[in-house]
């Protein structure tokens, strides 16, 4: 079976340093992969989405940046963080080439501080 | 904006009635819609999808229907119970993007 694996699961970090956060698929080839971001009280808002390798595309724009070094591999990075980029980070996958539904990791809650 | 968006932000239900869930989306291309049930502190799960050749959906406990006139779905929960107590978010699946509406928090009374 599929599994998704996202980490941390919580995270504090000062105003500007660097970020990296990690997701990975397991029991699947060539995933669509995603990453959004959920403000407190909040619907989820697409960041990033990758339909294979090295493809990224930006959904906003914004002080984050996104990569897939590995078919399954996801990560989402900073420079440096901003107060604004406190939230509720999660990570997906669907199916490639099919509008199906995505399936999320149980997400990193991200404090800048 | 936003393609999918909620009718109410919260919605109290007492346990064992049935909840009613509404969503209106934007784009009358729209062909895939999800449910999600999102716990507190959790990524959101899966409940039930619908396509647009279809006006209904049901699954355990739950259905859904899709009034493609007035662009509206809905999630129905029978005999709501305290474990239905969540966000419920409608998502509308286009060009391998989903895209959410702001949620409707469920809160189930005993």
């Known amino acids: 079976s599929q599994t998704i694996h996202q980490w941390p699961a919580t995270l504090v970090q000062p105003v500007g340093s660097p970020l990296s956060l990690e997701c990975t698929v397991e029991?699947?080839?060539?995933?669509?992969l995603y990453w959004y971001r959920q403000a407190a009280g909040r619907g989820l808002q697409l960041l990033f989405y990758?339909?294979?390798?090295?493809?990224i595309s930006s959904e906003v724009p914004q002080n984050l940046s996104a990569s897939r070094p590995q078919d399954r591999q996801f990560i989402l990075s900073s420079k440096k963080l901003l107060l604004s980029d406190s939230g509720f980070y999660l990570c997906?996958?669907?199916?490639?080439?099919?509008?199906?539904?995505?399936?999320f990791g149980q997400g990193t809650r991200l404090t800048v501080v | 904006g936003e393609s999918v968006g909620l009718h109410l932000p919260t919605l109290s239900v007492q346990e064992g009635d049935n909840s009613i869930i509404n969503c209106a989306y934007s784009?009358?291309?729209?062909?895939?819609f999800i449910w999600y049930k999102q716990e507190s502190g959790k990524g959101p799960q899966f409940i039930i999808d619908?396509?647009?050749?279809?006006d209904k959906r049901q699954g355990q406990r739950v259905t859904v229907l899709l009034n493609k006139t007035v662009k509206h779905l809905s999630l129905q929960i029978a005999a709501t119970q305290p474990g239905d107590s969540a966000v419920y978010f409608c998502?509308?699946?286009?060009?391998?993007?989903?895209?959410f509406g702001a949620g409707t928090t469920v809160t189930v009374r005993a």
């Open positions: 997906a996958w669907s199916v490639r080439g099919s509008n199906t539904e995505a399936f």
């Open positions: 029991g699947t080839s060539n995933p669509n």
């Open positions: 990758s339909v294979g390798i090295g493809q």
């Open positions: 784009n009358s291309a729209s062909d895939y």
């Open positions: 619908i396509r647009s050749n279809m």
């Open positions: 998502a509308e699946n286009r060009d391998y993007k989903l895209s």
